[in-house]
Each structure stands twice: as C-alpha cells, then as structure tokens.
C-alpha cells in the first residue's frame, strides 16, 4: 500500500477552506493508503500564538479530525512535536536548503511583500521542516491545497539532492492537489483565499461556527450583476467560489448546477448552498460535541505518536549515519 501523509497547522479554527481542500480527503484517502496525519504545531509557532488559544485550537483540530471521520485504526494521528525526531530531522534539511530556495518561497515572500513585522527565523525555514515532516515517513504522496504545492516541490527537490550526494535515503513524494476545491476563496472577497488569518470573519465560514451565523455569511456573500449561475471564476469569482463549495459536497458538475438554477436568482442559488453547507456542518459539530470532552483524543494522540515514533527514529538514525554525525 502507498503511503500517504499530510499536516494542518492549526493556527486558528478550522475553516470551510481546511475541510474542502484538506480534511475531507483525507478521509476518502485512508481507504486506499496508509495514510498519516499530524497536527502541525510546531509550524503553528513560527507565528506568535496565545498559548491558551493555541491549546485551544489544537484540541479542536483533533476533535475535528476524528469528528470528520478520520479513523485512528486506519490513520496514524499525532502531534508534531510529541515525535521530536520531526525538530531534529527538520534541522538536518533546514542545512541541505539553499537560502535561494527559500526566498523563492511565496508563502514568506508575500509576508515580506505585505511589510508583516516581526518575521522569525522560524517561518523563513519552514519549509525545510515540512520537508522533514514528509521525508521522514517516505510517503509517497502528499495532498495538499494549491497555496503549499511549493513546499512539497520544494521537498522534493531538496531529497532528490540529497538522495544524489549521499546515495538513496528518502523515497521522492508527489504532491496531490483535488481538481475541484483546492482553493475555496472569501465569502467577502472572492479574489482572496478563505483563510483563518482574514481580518474581518465575514468571508471566512469556520467549522464550528453557529450554523445561523454561517447562513448569514453565504446569504452575504459578494456576487456580481450578471445574474447567472455559471462557471467563469474570472468574470464571476464569487458565484463560481460557491459553485466549487457545491461540486466539492455534493459531487455536481458545474454544468448540473448551472442547468439547476437557469433562469433562477443569486438568493435562491446562495439559499441552497447554505443549506448543503449547513447540513455537512451540523453532521461535523454533533460528532464534535461528542469529542471534545471526552479521553478519546488523548488516546488517538498517544497510540499516533507511540506508531510514528517508531518509524522516525529508525530513519532519524539513518539519516545521521548516512551524513556522518553519529560516531557509533
Ligand atoms: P492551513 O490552514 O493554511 O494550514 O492549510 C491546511 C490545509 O488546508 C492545506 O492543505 C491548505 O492548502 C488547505 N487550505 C487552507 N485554506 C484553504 C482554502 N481556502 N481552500 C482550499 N484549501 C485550503
Ligand atoms: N505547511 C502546511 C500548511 O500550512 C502544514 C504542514 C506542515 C504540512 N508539514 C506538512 C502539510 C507536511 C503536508 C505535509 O498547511
């Protein structure tokens, strides 16, 4: 069976966009692969976070994991950071990436473009742990959304020159970007991505929000004058935004969805898409509930950690043979 990995750096609750372009395929994934998903908490603190809210978020991430059907028999799920081989092996590839590389990197070049203050080392060499986070299990395939396609590009690049100075130690991993839904935009602003980090929370749907609010925010979504619901993500970014949110739940074409709603209005289409929203949302937050308070995620946790753990130190201690820093 091909491995499969991938991480979500919970910096903040979970939104729309992270289970359309992540979770939710993570889920059907586990049925063909060995599949390994982590919570990626050190990636969270290349930012500043409140400890109390990261806590939080962290919790929540996990309970949403299991809440959205992933399955810890199938999945190994844990924590960055309770594998510490992910800090040192992240050290290890922080040292086989070249500077220019990493300034190629538009998640950092648009922070530095926007003037963010306050940018750590942490997140300028992020991308060399991800790479860490992905060469330790040798996973085959990573999926992703659009926005960290470079970085798993990236990782390969980086073990495919490692592979050729030190001889074959990392398997080359491919990312996987969903055709349909790899970047559900702002409700608000459909030019811009639907991220946690948005300033206002209007365009922005988070999976546990109250399901009223929700409703509002699709009822308010931006639109355009055209008054047809058709796939044009140019001339119609809003409309085809939530076109995408549809064909990614419901699994219609866009084609079916624009023969459905002809002749009809933008309040009725957005009626009917806060209602598929709001249906797969009230599913999540009910199993949720369920969770969140109860020992089941510390023992996901410790059975995920206690699996990884035994495969990253058997690399971990190949890799620092390989390269030479063990002296045994
Ligand atoms: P992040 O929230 O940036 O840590 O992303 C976690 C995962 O969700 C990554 O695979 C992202 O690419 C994906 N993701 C985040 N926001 C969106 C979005 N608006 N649309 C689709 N995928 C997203
Ligand atoms: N950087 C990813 C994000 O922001 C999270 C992540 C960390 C990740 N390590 C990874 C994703 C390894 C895939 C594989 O979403």
Redesign the pocket.
């Known amino acids: 069976m091909k491995r499969m990995l991938?991480g979500?750096?919970?910096?903040g609750q979970?939104?729309l966009?992270?289970y359309?372009?992540?979770?939710r395929n993570f889920v059907k994934y586990q049925d063909d692969y060995e599949m390994f998903v982590f919570i990626?908490n050190l990636h969270c603190i290349t930012v500043y976070n409140e400890p109390e809210e990261l806590r939080k978020n962290l919790k929540d991430c996990v309970a949403l994991y299991l809440a959205c059907g992933l399955d810890p028999k199938r999945s190994c799920i844990f924590l960055q950071s309770d594998v510490m081989e992910h800090a040192q092996l992240g050290f290890i590839m922080c040292c086989n990436t070249y500077l220019g590389e990493l300034n190629r990197m538009t998640q950092f070049k648009d922070k530095q473009a926007k003037g963010e203050q306050g940018l750590t080392g942490g997140i300028y060499t992020y991308p060399a742990l991800m790479s860490a986070d992905i060469l330790m299990y040798d996973a085959d395939y990573v999926?992703?959304?659009?926005?960290?396609k470079q970085h798993v590009e990236l990782c390969r690049d980086t073990a495919i020159r490692f592979n050729n100075r030190y001889g074959k130690s990392f398997n080359i991993p491919e990312p996987v970007v969903a055709k349909v839904?790899?970047?559900?935009?702002s409700l608000s602003d459909p030019t811009k991505?639907?991220?946690?980090s948005e300033q206002t929370n209007k365009g922005c749907i988070y999976l546990l929000d109250d399901l009223k609010s929700v409703r509002k925010k699709i009822m308010a979504a931006k639109t355009d004058d055209i008054a047809k619901v058709q796939y044009d993500p140019q001339q119609q970014p809003g409309i085809s935004n939530l076109m995408t949110i549809i064909s990614a739940l419901t699994n219609q074409s866009f084609d079916d969805i624009t023969k459905n709603f002809e002749g009809k209005g933008y309040g009725e289409f957005k009626k009917y898409v806060a209602d598929i929203v709001c249906e797969e949302l009230a599913m999540i937050q009910e199993r949720y509930a369920e969770i969140i308070n109860n020992n089941v995620i510390k023992e996901v946790l410790a059975e995920g950690k206690a699996r990884a753990e035994k495969i990253a130190s058997k690399k971990l201690d190949q890799i620092q043979r390989t390269i030479g820093i063990e002296i045994k």
């Open positions: 991938s979500i750096k919970p910096t979970l939104t966009g992270n359309i372009g992540a979770l990626a999926p992703v959304g659009e926005d960290q839904g790899a970047k559900i935009m991505k639907m991220s946690k």
